[in-house]
């Protein structure tokens, strides 16, 4: 079992940054992948990026390359997500995820954090 809490949330101005963390806990994680989603008002959840836990390589969808970058402290147990150059049309909830080896979806999901960026 692994339990994902996310922190880092708030308002900012547009422009701005913000780093968002993933506290993991539970069962080790070296053989999962974490993932950032998010979902703005109304919309549908969508993918922002992925990393193996034990790897290096991430991936990202193609609308947050060079503004969003995901990484990891596996000492601290902390997936991160900076994110800047915010846009008002960042606004949403953001979650990380984590799906193990063997699965296809994600099965594990924080409780989100609330990112507002204002114009």
């Known amino acids: 079992q692994v339990q994902l809490v996310e922190s880092g949330g708030g308002l900012v101005q547009a422009g701005g940054s913000l780093r968002l963390s993933c506290a993991a806990s539970g069962r080790t994680l070296y053989n999962y992948r974490m993932g950032w989603f998010r979902q703005a008002p109304g919309k549908e959840r969508e993918f922002v990026a992925s990393?193996?836990?034990?790897?290096?390589?991430?991936s990202y969808a193609d609308s947050f390359k060079g503004r969003f970058t995901i990484s990891k402290d596996n000492t601290k147990n902390t997936l991160y997500l900076q994110m800047n150059s915010l846009k008002p049309e960042d606004t949403a909830v953001y979650y990380c995820a984590a799906r193990s080896a063997m699965s296809q979806n994600y099965g594990f999901w924080g409780q989100g954090t609330q990112v507002t960026v204002s114009s």
């Open positions: 990393i193996s836990w034990s790897g290096i390589l991430p």
